[in-house]
């Protein structure tokens, strides 16, 4: 892609496009869909490449973002979570007042917050970045440290939904979304976050254990989008198999999009032991689909709530929805397809 003298009116958005499949990759992709054509420049902090995006991934990147100094952008959207990257535009932010680092989950204030000489580092630098943050808790904290400005922005965008799609799931995994079942849908990463499974494998593994034992036709659908951790994945399958429970767990590797299995669910658990306002949830809801999520954040008001890490509670909430009636996952979509929705992370962060 050549450079443009008509950049200043463009958009800089920095971060994953997929693959991988993530809550930031999944926002930047469908903002790609909802921006005006020409209106930005994206620079893809993914391995794959695309063509028509400046590629923007390994450490050649440190040196590639000096370009920022001299490209003039309506404003530059950073979603990386690049600590460095951070630090990086910290200091074009010496020269540029158009810099917003984009700060989507709680684990994203860790550096920030750290004895870590880049933590400092970045401290002292954040009075000259604008800060995007994805709820309350993560602006008012980061408003400690007096960047150039702090804006709610929640990250979620509905997804684009095609019935060709959900009718390839459906005739690929008729026999487990059979009607006489209950199936909980469930999306994340096989990754730790202070020693722990960070989206709560372990828990759901536990609780469709403990279900089965019951003789409680319950299920999961596991979407992935990909392993961080190898041990939590080994740890996951391995439980699985080990209590005979393989047959109730369909595992989704690399999912592209969850929505048609969320489509599919009777409902949808998020059991994070930190999280930041989580597309996923957004999206069940915004589909009309049950949500059951930990309490280690503020959740929306339509969620049901458990203890953070209780597997006990997590059943208990089940256990309660079960009565539900059978799903129509054609007639959900249908009524989510005719729905609005205004972005105003475009209308009033972009001004376009």
Known sequence: MGYHSDNNRKIALIGPFPPPYGGISIHIQRMTRLLPENSFDLYNTSKVSYPGYYRFYGKIKYIKALVFLFRKYRLIHVHATDNILRIVFGFIGLARRNIYIHLHGMSHLDFLESNHPGGWLLRKLIPRLHILAVNNEIAGRVSLY???????????????????????????????????????????????????????????????????????????????????????????????????????????????????????????????????????????????????????????????????????????????????????????????????FTCSLIKDVYGL
């Open 146 to 340: 007096r960047p150039a400005s702090v804006r709610i922005a929640d990250a979620f965008l509905p997804p684009v939904l095609k019935p060709e799609t959900l009718e390839r799931v459906v005739l690929q995994h008729r026999d487990f979304f059979s009607p006489n079942r209950f199936i909980i849908c469930m999306t994340g990463w096989f990754s730790s976050y202070q020693g722990r499974d960070l989206y709560g494998f372990d828990m759901a593994a536990k609780m469709i254990q403990q279900l089965h034992k019951e003789g409680r036709k319950i299920f999961l659908v596991a979407c992935t989008n990909g392993i961080r951790n190898k041990n939590v994945y080994s740890h996951f399958l391995n439980y699985i198999k080990k209590k005979h429970i393989e047959n109730h767990v369909l595992v989704i590797e690399n999912a592209a999009e969850a929505w048609p299995y969320m489509l599919l669910s009777n409902a949808f658990i998020r059991p994070t032991i930190t999280d930041g306002s989580s597309v996923s949830v957004k999206e069940a809801i915004w589909l009309e689909v049950p949500v059951i999520a930990s309490d280690c954040v503020k959740r929306p008001g339509e969620v049901i709530l458990f203890k953070n890490r209780s597997v006990k509670e997590l059943i208990e909430k089940v256990v309660q929805l079960e009565t539900h009636q059978p799903v129509n996952a054609y007639s959900r979509m249908e009524k989510a397809m005719k729905k609005d």
